[in-house]
């Protein structure tokens, strides 16, 4: 059975912590794509992650957040219609 990129992100190489979901969200932010080293900085930012880690965790996200993007995963909530 093939595995959803939703699970892989739940169950990456290593367990992230609270924390460093925070620290990476904020370094991503601070870092962009232009930023030399970008992973490397981002990486330094989180702590206790490596430049490799960091860049699959973010490959993970943008993949899930496309699947969610184009439909293929439902959106959790009901449509509330205005009547």
Not at 19 to 44: C, G, S, V
Not at 66 to 76: A, C, L, Q, T, V
Request: proline share 6%; aromatic share 10%; charged share 30%.
């Amino acid at each position: 059975m093939a595995s959803n990129s939703l699970t892989s992100s739940r169950c990456s190489r290593s367990s992230w912590t609270p924390k460093q979901n925070k620290m990476f969200e904020k370094a991503l932010a601070k870092y962009d794509q232009d930023t030399p080293d970008r992973w490397h900085n981002i990486a330094k930012a989180v702590g206790g992650k490596s430049a490799e880690e960091v860049k699959l965790r973010y490959e993970i996200l943008v993949r899930d957040v496309n699947d969610i993007e184009s439909g293929r995963y439902p959106y959790p909530y009901p449509s509330v219609s205005s009547n």
